[in-house]
């Protein structure tokens, strides 16, 4: 028996928005329901952000957070550069005509044939976290620089993304002096401390571990190690707490501050540039009532947008435009299967067929999982400027 109590406790806005339903209902009305929507103006504002709490640090956008054509423009626009894993994301950028060297190649694990397409699209960054990665360089060792992957566990961390990739700290000596001997040169170091860290001690301690090591390696070294990838794992705000990136980078900034300013310092954000800016926006197609609970059906779910819940561990705020006593709630997705529920046991004022009901801060790992399952139509990404609206 469920105890009933809404154990569902993530952000939800309850209050009528006139102006932004109406927008809503007309993107609904042109485009059909249920719709991602980027707005590129939160984007560049992202960007920017990021830009200034980390001054001299090149951005590097994750194009696996959300591969979208529109998306990809902007940060093109904004000049920023793009961290790659596979040869579809390359191929996302030749559209934009980005030039490899604006990219880094950042998979540690790959075929020879990945190896060759990315050097055919001019990338020359790549990144290895073992001797069989370098070996596999040696043929074209020539036309590339190789970032060596460090990995350092964060448990405060979301997404776990040294426990798959990268080198212990003690390993990175001999990869060095083995790289020399097979004559690949290696330009420096990366980590990725871990997706959505809750705080950045983590990216101090991985830059200072890197930079000791950067030191200790330089010394009497004849080509010297002077990139440092600080990674991705800039949070996004889920909890709609009005999250200040400046503030969350300000350990980040000390820590590089005492570096050699010779060194190039990039990063690899993917989340936080992202996430705020696309909104999903669904309908309430059917209602039940259901062991005590109120259920209602949207066209949206887990193995859509909303797949993220699934594969990212994570939980999105969500807003409607109603108001009223909290009912115990379920908010289930459009397939036949049971595990397609967004939201158990939630307050949330009682809603009618035909609803809105949005998932904020959905544009980071969202529409990049998402599903066909039951042939069920997915989200279309409709891209706004919230600029040039307001402008008019
Ligand atoms: C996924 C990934 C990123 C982006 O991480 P975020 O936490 O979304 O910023 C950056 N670099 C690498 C190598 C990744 O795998």
């Not at 200072?208 to 705000?237: H, M, W, Y």
């Not at 999250?243 to 300013?261: G, K, N, Q, T, Y």
Request: net charge negative; with cysteine; aromatic share 8%.
């Amino acid at each position: 028996m469920n105890t009933i109590g809404g154990h569902d406790t993530r952000p939800l806005r309850c209050a009528p928005d006139s102006t932004l339903e109406a927008f809503y209902r007309a993107l609904i009305a042109q485009h059909g329901s249920p719709l991602l929507v980027f707005d590129k103006a939160i984007l560049r504002q992202k960007f920017r952000a990021l830009q200034s709490a980390l001054p001299g640090v090149e951005l590097y956008y994750a194009v696996k957070a959300h591969p979208d054509q529109h998306i990809i423009e902007v940060i093109n626009q904004l000049g920023g550069g793009f961290d790659v894993a596979s040869a579809g994301e390359m191929d996302l950028l030749l559209e934009h005509k980005v030039s490899g060297r604006r990219t880094i190649h950042t998979h540690p694990i790959k075929k020879d044939q990945e190896i060759r397409d990315a050097l055919r699209f001019g990338a020359t960054t790549f990144v290895v976290d073992n001797l069989h990665e370098l070996r596999k360089l040696v043929p074209y060792r020539s036309r590339v620089g190789v970032l060596l992957r460090v990995s350092f566990r964060s448990s405060s961390a979301k997404v776990d993304l040294s426990k798959k990739f990268g080198c212990a700290p003690n390993e990175v000596f001999d990869l060095v002096s083995n790289a020399e001997a097979l004559g690949i040169h290696i330009k420096g170091l990366s980590f990725h401390v871990g997706s959505q860290c809750l705080d950045a001690s983590k990216h101090v301690e991985a830059i200072n571990e890197c930079a000791n090591l950067i030191k200790t390696i330089n010394q009497g070294a004849s080509r010297p190690l002077s990139v440092l990838d600080i990674g991705g794992g800039f949070p996004a705000d889920y909890e709609l707490t009005g999250l200040d990136i400046d503030a969350f980078c300000a350990p980040i900034r000390s820590a590089l501050a005492s570096l050699p300013s010779d060194w190039h310092i990039i990063a690899e954000p993917g989340r936080y540039l992202i996430a705020p800016a696309v909104t999903s926006i669904t309908t309430v197609t059917g209602l039940s009532r259901r062991g005590g609970y109120q259920w209602y059906y949207l066209d949206d779910g887990v193995y859509g947008s909303f797949s993220g819940q699934i594969f990212d561990h994570a939980v999105y705020p969500l807003q409607i435009f109603k108001t009223g006593a909290p009912v115990a709630s379920i908010i289930a997705g459009p397939t036949c299967d049971s595990i397609d529920v967004i939201a158990e046991d939630i307050l949330m004022p009682e809603l009618e067929i035909g609803d809105l009901v949005m998932g904020l801060q959905m544009g980071a790992y969202t529409a990049a999982t998402k599903t066909r399952f039951n042939s069920i139509p997915d989200a279309k990404l409709i891209v706004v400027d919230s600029r040039e609206q307001s402008a008019k």
